[in-house]
């Protein structure tokens, strides 16, 4: 059993955000290094786009078809997959692209912003306010569909964690499908009851932007670092991690990248020891 790091590359860079380099700033700050001498045996896949259309939306969403198929090798091979991709819906399109497609898998969305928005109620234009709504077929569902291979994650099946910038198209939608906005664990893990895996989104601007500040897009009164962990690892059956939303070149980048290397160190931690149940 290994951690299996995906590093997924999408040369996009909207609002002149650097979140595209999360992956290889996450590796550079030494992730893989410091799960070896944690006892973790660890894979690397380095997945990016290529051509005319590598920065177009049609390449992003073929960069989600590939981290699905990832994600599926991760989990044939018995290893925990952890999408490292600096683009929120890609990685979101991505897990729903896999295996874990579909019904039957829960979603945590740990995030300040529940990134529901649609072309039609978006007022930013911004791909990634939307990425969860085109992993659950709410948004690009033709992109999503014909050429990602995405099979919709469900709404029945999702929680928020931390979010509190919510745009009023995003509350609508909210209040019609009753999506809870849970603060422990417990309120997270009752959403995921009837679900057989769960798939746990963490954008780094979760946290209380007084503490970490991952983004120009980081906003105060969110979660402490503890409780963003204390979800982390106790997530009933976890079977895929993401980790999104670090500009490496924000002010206090560096401490976000070692909280961030922190996460997923303790998360592969639980993983390892059997305390996510399946």
């Given at each position: 059993m290994s951690v299996c790091l995906i590093y997924a590359y999408w040369p996009n860079r909207p609002f002149g955000m650097n979140w595209c380099d999360l992956p290889l700033a996450l590796r550079e700050a030494g992730l893989p290094e410091q799960l070896h001498k944690a006892g973790h045996d660890v894979v690397e896949m380095t997945l990016f786009t290529e051509g005319d259309e590598g920065e177009e939306l049609a390449g992003g969403f073929?960069?989600?078809?590939?981290?699905?198929?990832?994600?599926?090798?991760?989990?044939?091979?018995?290893?925990?997959?952890?999408?490292?991709?600096?683009?929120?819906a890609l990685a979101a399109v991505g897990v729903a692209a896999s295996e874990l497609g579909g019904s039957d898998t829960g979603t945590v969305w740990c995030d300040?912003?529940?990134?529901?928005?649609?072309?039609e109620t978006s007022t930013s234009g911004l791909f990634e306010g939307m990425a969860l709504a085109a992993a659950c077929g709410r948004a690009w569902q033709g992109m999503a569909t014909d050429i990602a291979g995405a099979k919709p994650?469900?709404?029945?099946?999702?929680?928020?964690?931390?979010?509190?910038?919510?745009?009023?198209?995003?509350?609508?939608?909210?209040?019609?499908?009753?999506?809870?906005?849970?603060d422990t664990v417990s309120g997270v893990n009752s959403r995921l009851s009837g679900?057989?895996?769960?798939?746990?989104?963490?954008?780094?601007?979760?946290h209380d932007a007084l503490q970490v500040r991952s983004n120009r897009f980081a906003v105060p009164d969110g979660p402490s670092i503890d409780a963003v962990r204390d979800i982390l690892t106790h997530v009933d059956h976890l079977a895929v991690l993401a980790v999104t939303g670090l500009d490496s070149s924000a002010d206090g980048a560096k401490e976000a990248?070692?909280?961030a290397i922190d996460h997923v160190h303790a998360v592969a931690d639980a993983w390892k020891d059997g305390r996510y149940v399946t």
């Open positions: 073929q960069l989600a078809r590939d981290i699905g198929g990832a994600i599926d090798v991760a989990r044939e091979a018995g290893d925990l997959p952890v999408v490292l991709c600096g683009s929120c300040a912003h529940p990134d529901l928005n649609t072309p994650l469900s709404l029945d099946h999702t929680v928020l964690f931390g979010a509190r910038e919510i745009d009023s198209g995003e509350a609508v939608l909210i209040e019609a499908e009753k999506i809870p906005v849970a679900t057989t895996h769960a798939y746990v989104h963490l954008d780094m601007d979760v990248l070692k909280v």
